[in-house]
């Protein structure tokens, strides 16, 4: 997989639109991206993938410019709910081995 | 409704006991992994497994072994814990040979080795 950089924390308030954006300069041909969630004492959900351009779906937008060198997840007006870690993966998931980053801590404030 | 089950939930064990850990996944896929996480450290991947009977190191596979007897059951051992594998456990499973495609994780176990 990738490697991929993210910030490690970010914070906002409630009703805001939050950008996390992650770096992955040698990202692959077969490469896609995906995008997972993780709530403490829970394990990572799936929230996103995308493959180039835009992808929406109805938690979020990932937005991937041509060169695929970097993509941003964007969440719109985020809730005390989305206070979370996230995690951005470069890969061809199927055949490969998982790993992830640290990810970004979201920490949403009334 | 896709399925990843651990086990436990929480686990207390002592100090040179042989712990076993067990994911159960009911969506037929290939690819099972294990993983361990502590605060600050993200998710550590300590092994996996493409197949039946098929095992691959991770980043950390010290102290750990594996064993995926079945192709829906991939279990974690600690040959003899110690306190230093306290932690978060999370399993994971992904389908094979696609392009594309999401992990289902387990809800975690919390081992605790005391």
């Known amino acids: 997989l990738a490697k991929t950089t993210q910030p490690i924390s970010m914070d906002s308030y409630e009703g805001q639109e939050v950008n996390i954006t992650c770096s992955h300069n040698n990202i692959a041909t077969n490469d896609y991206i995906t995008w997972y969630q993780q709530f403490p004492s829970q394990g990572p959900r799936f929230i996103i993938q995308g493959y180039k351009t835009k992808v929406t779906n109805e938690v979020a937008s990932l937005f991937i410019p041509a060169d695929r060198k970097s993509s941003t997840l964007s969440l719109p007006r985020v809730s005390l709910s989305d206070t979370a870690v996230y995690y951005c993966l470069v890969g061809d998931i199927g055949f490969q081995k998982l790993v992830f980053g640290t990810g970004t801590r979201l920490l949403v404030s009334p | 409704d896709v399925k990843v089950t651990q086990s436990s939930r929480y686990l207390v064990k002592r100090t040179g006991e042989k712990v076993f850990l067990e994911c159960v996944q009911d969506m037929d896929h290939e690819n099972m992994f294990w993983y361990r996480q502590d605060p600050g450290l993200g998710l550590r991947l300590i092994y996996f497994?493409?197949?039946?009977?098929?095992?691959e190191k991770g980043d950390i596979p010290e102290g750990y072994s594996v064993s995926r007897e079945k192709k829906e059951r991939f279990s974690l051992i600690l040959e003899s814990a110690s306190t230093n594998q306290t932690s978060m456990y999370l399993c994971?499973?992904?389908?094979?040979?696609?392009?594309?495609?999401?992990?289902?994780f387990g809800q975690g176990t919390r081992l605790t080795v005391v």
């Open positions: 994971a499973s992904t389908v094979g040979g696609r392009l594309n495609t999401e992990a289902f």
């Open positions: 497994s493409y197949d039946v009977k098929m095992k």
